[in-house]
């Protein structure tokens, strides 16, 4: 599993609250994303960071935020503006230009609204 | 911007049977075109990936075939496996533009011992 980590595994949030979800990665990978996975669902994206201090929205980000201040860190907020949090969020890194084009993903994290 | 779909949904094979899943896009500039392995509650797993200047990849069971005129690409396992049974997503994307994954909407795969 060693390369890129989520936490928490498992979160539960009150209606009204803003979480933030962990991602980091040591393969010094340049790009990083985030997706979210419904039940039977394939992934869509919410995020994704090109590099530092850069990131662009993805197809669902509305609700969203994040940050990319270091290389190896990418969180992810769920804020109480996203209507239907529920879900599993993985979060995923790509090496940089010339690299791998694999993504590889974090575990995931499974939020639910309570 | 880039829709995919993927097709059958579920698909049952007994074991020692070949599986085959389809996956269509609709951009015509994407040019990478991976396939991920997903086991319950688990992450996504690479498992075989093409680029476009390429119809076809081969990896021991597993084999991938891409038509960019129809933009379609398709998954093909042979002799599965009991082990195969999983959920798998096919995805498409353009390498110089942030390698943005549209993934396809999974197919549950089960293999019958």
């Known amino acids: 599993d060693g390369g890129i980590t989520q936490s928490p595994k498992y979160l539960f949030r009150k209606e009204g609250q803003n979480v933030t979800l962990s991602c980091e990665q040591n393969l010094n990978h340049d790009a990083m994303y985030w997706y979210r996975q419904d039940p039977g669902q394939g992934l869509r994206l919410i995020y994704y960071?090109?590099?530092?201090?850069?990131?662009q929205k993805g197809d669902i980000a509305e609700g969203y935020s994040v940050s990319r201040e270091k290389k190896e860190s990418f969180p992810l907020t769920v804020t109480s503006a996203q209507k239907n949090p529920t879900a599993f969020y993985l979060c995923a890194s790509r090496g940089g230009a010339g690299g791998d084009n694999e993504q590889f993903f974090g575990p995931g994290t499974r939020l639910t609204v309570l | 911007g880039e829709n995919v779909e993927q097709h059958p949904s579920t698909l049952s094979v007994q074991e020692g049977d070949s599986a085959v899943i389809k996956c269509t896009y609709s951009d015509s500039a994407s040019n990478y075109f991976p396939w991920y392995k997903q086991e319950l509650g688990k992450r996504p797993q690479l498992i075989i990936d093409i680029r476009s200047n390429v119809g076809e990849k081969k990896d021991q069971r597993i084999a991938v075939t891409l038509n960019k005129t129809a933009k379609h690409f398709s998954l093909h396992i042979t002799e599965t496996q009991p082990e195969d049974s999983a959920v798998y997503f096919c995805?498409?994307?353009?390498?110089?533009?942030?390698?943005?994954?549209?993934f396809g909407g999974g197919t549950r795969l089960m293999v019958k011992p």
């Open positions: 960071s090109q590099i530092v201090n850069d990131f």
């Open positions: 995805a498409a994307s353009t390498l110089d533009a942030g390698n943005m994954l549209t």
